[in-house]
């Protein structure tokens, strides 16, 4: 074998504590090393074209780099080694940066651990043999989970892109928390007049299917395809015939249960349409507190609907869907502020949330649209923002910035002196933070047009004083204790990750970080990717995320499936697990433990046992290489051979030091 | 029969005589048995440990010592003071390295095997609401009652581990329980001003007229508290905090065990209601008569 070997300086990066030509010499003295050299930037232009000239001029069979991390480059240089004509697996890479430039300081022994790592390399590549992929066709189909503005705008692009799309939201409407909202910022336009004809067009797409009151099941398959099992839960109401008359909505005598999309601010009937925009605009029991349902007498609703669509005994209904591609747009959640004391863990009434407050200000909300403190319909003329109640607060266990409330809280401000012109608002805040377009002159708006008064500093306490709550905190910028009557308290709670959100995560194999939202491939190049190939992110199940970043990445997303999906064809990875039948023996053990149910047993021609491959599913991850008794599964391009000669590289038997 | 060591503090001794004579009364009447720690001194109060974190804990560790001789785990004061001195101390020396700086200086080591708790907490935790309920013969209804734990009985939450360091509820439980109205107080663990009342009584009339105005404004007949420092802010200082303001606040500030007592029948002598400074017959005489049988 001929091998030849890069050392890459990577700028300063990695020369700057290792001594790459003296890297470069010592690997020439490895086996089958018949070139080495040291290049400034192996990955750029003519560093890739060095490579290509150095494998035609010195008949080369494989390639180790030494560069930076293969999470990095490793395409790069394979498709560099591809385009000169050799195997893509003949290469090897060594990471001499993140693991030894970037974390020792100390030269001599900096480069003694790489020539190390090369030798590993080396020793590795000796023993590689060129592996093919294998080619199969995908289902030109996409899951769309979940139908807030992410999730709406994925399946429109991908729908106009002419995919199959199959949108799944829990909720009875899609719309999520866009359309609670009332106006968005910095324009003040109206929220529902922006989303709504984007959610009739979901409703009305020929390439789309919606299932709403249904979350996702389960999924198996891998990417191109997804076979996906939709649970689209009871509601007792036959959507086929609803015609969203409202009839039944009326008549209903339950209305014990709070209304969930006006945030808990009033009740709903027990049978119930969301909102006057909703998507798809159907009726749906709340088997909890229907009377029907609970006590088994009432049936109200079926007496009156004119075309007789209840139905008490539905059930719910299991749907399976293949598709090649899946975009996962679950959002968020609001921050339960009830883990906050000193603002009285709910005991006063009209300490609210900002989005209850939105509701407050919506015209389709419970007032109307007319802004009445809960607790005793009178309106308010000071008004308190408290910023930051479940972001930046370690106490909490949310230390990070929730990013959009400093935004929403300048434009709540604006509303009210709009609705109530004598009214005074305080905002208690951090610092501000709104950095994008239009943003940061849109809260100078709020305080110099609209006369918003902004303290900095956080709110200690809350308390009631006759009909009014004091609010008392500091001004950090006056150095002084501050306490504001107030009539009613508005807190910008932060966001979290949804309900769920980790059980979906397992599912889909998509990792959560610590807080719960769902992490992305690489976070500046691959920010809605995610490390299970053909399972795409958009919106803030990723992080929180305003609208335009939202859509923004609903987009995004949306281009991610349309490029994969117009290959005709994709390619697999070859780097998977091989069964040697002679030596296994059918114990089966490899399939219990392979995650991915990538093994299923076969019987050979005598009709004994085995283990086989499904070469799709195969994720290479080795658990059944080491779980084998037999050693009879090898993980191509891993195998234990390859993995030894690495060991030995780095760390050469005793035994050979006895014997020479 | 509960048989605690009761560490009464200096101030039992002077200017809240009454509430350790109501202490003692309550706790013999509700089967808690009180034995007290021999030759105890002080906690070192307030001033100790604002010089000398170890020296600070030696005082304390010192009664925790005596508690240990004494062949007893459980030791109990009517004071927030001491009892956040005396916990505080226990709690420092979870650390090895700062017990044996504490142990230096002691001529009995302490082992640390002491926990202290508030009379109230030991009533709360460990008394049977049934049997106080079943020994009321004089219910509170017709009083409408703030109940104030001040600042220090409750927090440090992960110190004190008592109740809820925002908005404790022991004492509103144990006043109801005798037949009182609570009404929600909503500044129960705002600081009365403590001993600021000597080097700067503004900043005390200031915080304690804010406790009084509260107080007023929610209704009540009445302020319990459990601490003698701040009864004493409130209710010695009420004049002078009238005259600051330019209020006239007429409320009386009990201790909890006195109402206690009062609820239980307990002897008015062991009660002390005259060495309170705001007349509190008004406030009692809200207080129902129970239907007589006789």
């Given at each position: 074998m001929r091998i030849g070997v890069f050392i890459c300086h990577c700028g300063s990066n990695i020369a700057g504590t290792v001594d790459c030509p003296s890297v470069a010499a010592t690997a020439l003295t490895y086996p089958d090393v018949v070139f080495?050299?040291?290049?400034?930037?192996?990955?750029?232009?003519?560093?890739?074209?060095?490579?290509i000239q150095a494998v035609k001029d010195k008949n080369l069979d494989g390639v180790v780099v030494a560069s930076c991390t293969p999470r990095m480059h490793e395409q790069t240089f394979r498709r560099a080694v591809e385009r000169a004509g050799l195997n893509r697996y003949m290469f090897e890479m060594a990471n001499i940066r993140e693991h030894v430039s970037w974390i020792g300081k100390t030269k001599d022994l900096n480069t003694g651990k790489a020539s190390e790592l090369v030798r590993m390399a080396v020793e590795k590549l000796r023993r590689n043999r060129p592996l093919m992929a294998k080619r199969f066709e995908t289902t030109k189909r996409v899951l769309v989970i979940g139908g807030g503005v992410a999730g709406i705008q994925a399946a429109l692009d991908c729908a106009d892109g002419g995919q199959e799309v199959i949108l799944v939201e829990r909720e009875q409407s899609i719309g999520g928390k866009m359309a609670k909202l009332d106006k968005t910022f910095p324009t003040v336009d109206c929220s529902s007049c922006v989303l709504g004809p984007k959610m009739v067009d979901i409703a009305q797409h020929p390439n789309i299917t919606l299932y709403t009151c249904a979350e996702v099941e389960s999924v198996g398959g891998y990417v191109g395809n997804f076979q996906v099992t939709v649970r689209k839960k009871a509601t007792y109401v036959d959507w086929a015939r609803c015609t969203g008359c409202g009839l039944c909505v009326e008549k209903c005598p339950s209305r014990k249960m709070p209304d969930p999309f006006n945030e808990n601010l009033?009740?709903?009937?027990?049978?119930?349409?969301?909102?006057?925009?909703?998507?798809?605009?159907?009726?749906?029991?709340?088997a909890a507190s229907c009377l029907m349902l609970t006590k088994g007498k009432c049936g109200l609703c079926a007496k009156v609907c004119p075309v007789k669509c209840i139905d008490f005994e539905?059930?719910?209904?299991?749907?399976?869907?293949?598709?090649?591609?899946?975009?996962?747009?679950?959002?968020?959640?609001?921050?339960?502020?009830?883990?906050?004391?000193?603002?009285?863990?709910?005991?006063?009434?009209?300490?609210?949330?900002?989005?209850?407050?939105?509701?407050?200000?919506?015209?389709?909300?419970?007032?109307?649209?007319?802004?009445?403190?809960?607790?005793?319909?009178?309106?308010?003329?000071?008004?308190?923002?408290?910023?930051?109640?479940?972001?930046?607060?370690?106490?909490?266990?949310?230390?990070?910035?929730?990013?959009?409330?400093?935004?929403?809280?300048?434009?709540?401000?604006?509303?009210?002196?709009?609705?109530?012109?004598?009214?005074?608002?305080?905002?208690?805040?951090?610092?501000?933070?709104?950095?994008?377009?239009?943003?940061?002159?849109?809260?100078?708006?709020?305080?110099?047009?609209?006369?918003?008064?902004?303290?900095?500093?956080?709110?200690?306490?809350?308390?009631?004083?006759?009909?009014?709550?004091?609010v008392r905190g500091a001004d950090t910028l006056a150095g002084t204790q501050v306490e504001v009557p107030?009539?009613?308290?508005?807190?910008?709670?932060?966001?979290?990750?949804?309900?769920?959100?980790?059980?979906?995560?397992?599912?889909?194999?998509?990792?959560?970080?610590?807080?719960?939202?769902?992490?992305?491939?690489?976070?500046?190049?691959?920010?809605?990717?995610?490390?299970?190939?053909?399972?795409?992110?958009?919106?803030?199940?990723?992080?929180?995320?305003?609208?335009?970043?939202?859509?923004?990445?609903?987009?995004?997303?949306?281009?991610?499936?349309?490029?994969?999906?117009?290959?005709?064809?994709?390619?697999?990875?070859?780097?998977?697990?091989?069964?040697?039948?002679?030596?296994?023996?059918?114990?089966?053990?490899?399939?219990?433990?392979?995650?991915?149910?990538?093994?299923?047993?076969?019987?050979?021609r005598f009709g004994n046992p085995k283990a086989e491959v499904i070469d799709t599913v195969c994720q290479g991850c080795g658990i059944c290489t080491v779980t084998c008794p037999q050693g009879a599964i090898q993980l191509e391009h891993f195998t234990d051979n390859q993995i030894l000669a690495e060991v030995n590289a780095l760390c050469p038997p005793k035994m050979f030091a006895n014997f020479e | 029969m509960l048989k605690i060591a009761y560490y009464p503090g200096c101030s039992g001794q002077g200017t809240s005589l009454e509430y350790d004579t109501s202490t003692r009364a309550v706790c013999k009447a509700l089967d808690v048995e009180l034995v007290d720690i021999p030759d105890w001194s002080c906690c070192g109060s307030t001033p100790a440990h604002t010089v000398n974190h170890v020296l600070s804990a030696a005082l304390s560790a010192r009664n925790l010592a005596q508690v240990e001789s004494m062949g007893m785990t459980k030791a109990t004061t009517p004071c927030p003071s001491c009892l956040t001195n005396l916990r505080t101390a226990s709690h420092k020396m979870d650390d090895p390295e700062f017990?044996?700086?504490?142990?230096?200086?002691?001529?009995?080591?302490?082992?640390?095997?002491?926990?202290?708790?508030?009379?109230?907490?030991v009533l709360a935790e460990n008394v049977d609401p049934d049997l106080i309920k079943g020994k009321v013969v004089k219910p509170l209804s017709g009083i409408k009652i703030a109940c104030y734990y001040g600042c220090i009985m409750n927090r440090p939450p992960e110190v004190m581990k008592f109740d809820h360091h925002e908005n404790p509820m022991a004492m509103d439980n144990l006043m109801a329980l005798l037949g009182a109205e609570v009404v929600p107080f909503p500044l129960k663990v705002e600081c009365c001003g403590a001993s600021y009342g000597i080097p700067r009584g503004d900043i005390v009339h200031r915080l304690s007229g804010k406790l009084l105005d509260a107080a007023r404004d929610v209704g009540a007949d009445a302020i319990v508290t459990a601490c003698p420092l701040c009864q004493m802010n409130l209710d010695l200082r009420q004049g002078q905090i009238n005259d600051a303001l330019r209020e006239n606040f007429r409320i009386p500030v009990f201790y909890y065990t006195q109402l206690l007592g009062y609820a239980l029948g307990i002897d008015r002598a062991e009660l002390g209601f005259e060495k309170l400074c705001v007349d509190p017959r008004l406030a009692l005489g809200r207080i129902k008569q129970p239907q007589q049988a006789m």
């Amino acid at each position: 074998m001929r091998i030849g070997v890069f050392i890459c300086h990577c700028g300063s990066n990695i020369a700057g504590t290792v001594d790459c030509p003296s890297v470069a010499a010592t690997a020439l003295t490895y086996p089958d090393v018949v070139f080495s050299t040291d290049t400034m930037y192996a990955c750029s232009e003519p560093g890739q074209d060095a490579i290509i000239q150095a494998v035609k001029d010195k008949n080369l069979d494989g390639v180790v780099v030494a560069s930076c991390t293969p999470r990095m480059h490793e395409q790069t240089f394979r498709r560099a080694v591809e385009r000169a004509g050799l195997n893509r697996y003949m290469f090897e890479m060594a990471n001499i940066r993140e693991h030894v430039s970037w974390i020792g300081k100390t030269k001599d022994l900096n480069t003694g651990k790489a020539s190390e790592l090369v030798r590993m390399a080396v020793e590795k590549l000796r023993r590689n043999r060129p592996l093919m992929a294998k080619r199969f066709e995908t289902t030109k189909r996409v899951l769309v989970i979940g139908g807030g503005v992410a999730g709406i705008q994925a399946a429109l692009d991908c729908a106009d892109g002419g995919q199959e799309v199959i949108l799944v939201e829990r909720e009875q409407s899609i719309g999520g928390k866009m359309a609670k909202l009332d106006k968005t910022f910095p324009t003040v336009d109206c929220s529902s007049c922006v989303l709504g004809p984007k959610m009739v067009d979901i409703a009305q797409h020929p390439n789309i299917t919606l299932y709403t009151c249904a979350e996702v099941e389960s999924v198996g398959g891998y990417v191109g395809n997804f076979q996906v099992t939709v649970r689209k839960k009871a509601t007792y109401v036959d959507w086929a015939r609803c015609t969203g008359c409202g009839l039944c909505v009326e008549k209903c005598p339950s209305r014990k249960m709070p209304d969930p999309f006006n945030e808990n601010l009033c009740n709903a009937p027990s049978i119930n349409i969301p909102f006057p925009q909703a998507i798809p605009k159907k009726a749906a029991i709340n088997a909890a507190s229907c009377l029907m349902l609970t006590k088994g007498k009432c049936g109200l609703c079926a007496k009156v609907c004119p075309v007789k669509c209840i139905d008490f005994e539905q059930k719910d209904e299991l749907v399976n869907v293949d598709v090649g591609a899946i975009v996962v747009a679950t959002g968020y959640d609001l921050f339960d502020w009830h883990k906050y004391p000193q603002y009285g863990e709910g005991r006063y009434k009209d300490v609210i949330t900002s989005l209850q407050y939105e509701r407050l200000l919506s015209a389709s909300g419970p007032t109307g649209g007319h802004i009445k403190r809960p607790s005793d319909g009178k309106e308010p003329k000071n008004v308190v923002f408290i910023q930051c109640v479940g972001s930046r607060d370690k106490s909490v266990n949310r230390p990070y910035c929730s990013g959009f409330c400093c935004m929403y809280t300048a434009k709540q401000a604006i509303l009210t002196k709009d609705h109530i012109p004598d009214s005074q608002s305080y905002v208690f805040y951090m610092d501000i933070r709104s950095p994008g377009k239009l943003y940061d002159e849109f809260v100078r708006r709020a305080m110099e047009e609209y006369g918003a008064q902004y303290v900095r500093g956080r709110v200690a306490m809350i308390y009631p004083k006759g009909d009014k709550l004091v609010v008392r905190g500091a001004d950090t910028l006056a150095g002084t204790q501050v306490e504001v009557p107030a009539d009613l308290v508005v807190l910008a709670v932060g966001a979290e990750s949804a309900k769920g959100a980790v059980q979906l995560g397992e599912k889909l194999r998509v990792a959560p970080d610590q807080y719960g939202f769902f992490v992305e491939s690489h976070p500046k190049l691959k920010p809605v990717e995610t490390n299970t190939a053909g399972v795409f992110l958009a919106g803030a199940c990723q992080g929180p995320k305003d609208i335009p970043a939202s859509v923004g990445q609903g987009s995004a997303a949306a281009s991610k499936v349309l490029g994969l999906l117009s290959k005709a064809m994709l390619e697999s990875d070859p780097a998977v697990s091989r069964v040697n039948p002679a030596r296994c023996v059918g114990c089966g053990k490899c399939i219990q433990t392979c995650p991915f149910g990538a093994i299923k047993a076969v019987q050979d021609r005598f009709g004994n046992p085995k283990a086989e491959v499904i070469d799709t599913v195969c994720q290479g991850c080795g658990i059944c290489t080491v779980t084998c008794p037999q050693g009879a599964i090898q993980l191509e391009h891993f195998t234990d051979n390859q993995i030894l000669a690495e060991v030995n590289a780095l760390c050469p038997p005793k035994m050979f030091a006895n014997f020479e | 029969m509960l048989k605690i060591a009761y560490y009464p503090g200096c101030s039992g001794q002077g200017t809240s005589l009454e509430y350790d004579t109501s202490t003692r009364a309550v706790c013999k009447a509700l089967d808690v048995e009180l034995v007290d720690i021999p030759d105890w001194s002080c906690c070192g109060s307030t001033p100790a440990h604002t010089v000398n974190h170890v020296l600070s804990a030696a005082l304390s560790a010192r009664n925790l010592a005596q508690v240990e001789s004494m062949g007893m785990t459980k030791a109990t004061t009517p004071c927030p003071s001491c009892l956040t001195n005396l916990r505080t101390a226990s709690h420092k020396m979870d650390d090895p390295e700062f017990k044996d700086k504490v142990n230096a200086l002691l001529d009995v080591p302490c082992r640390n095997a002491v926990d202290t708790q508030s009379v109230l907490q030991v009533l709360a935790e460990n008394v049977d609401p049934d049997l106080i309920k079943g020994k009321v013969v004089k219910p509170l209804s017709g009083i409408k009652i703030a109940c104030y734990y001040g600042c220090i009985m409750n927090r440090p939450p992960e110190v004190m581990k008592f109740d809820h360091h925002e908005n404790p509820m022991a004492m509103d439980n144990l006043m109801a329980l005798l037949g009182a109205e609570v009404v929600p107080f909503p500044l129960k663990v705002e600081c009365c001003g403590a001993s600021y009342g000597i080097p700067r009584g503004d900043i005390v009339h200031r915080l304690s007229g804010k406790l009084l105005d509260a107080a007023r404004d929610v209704g009540a007949d009445a302020i319990v508290t459990a601490c003698p420092l701040c009864q004493m802010n409130l209710d010695l200082r009420q004049g002078q905090i009238n005259d600051a303001l330019r209020e006239n606040f007429r409320i009386p500030v009990f201790y909890y065990t006195q109402l206690l007592g009062y609820a239980l029948g307990i002897d008015r002598a062991e009660l002390g209601f005259e060495k309170l400074c705001v007349d509190p017959r008004l406030a009692l005489g809200r207080i129902k008569q129970p239907q007589q049988a006789m």
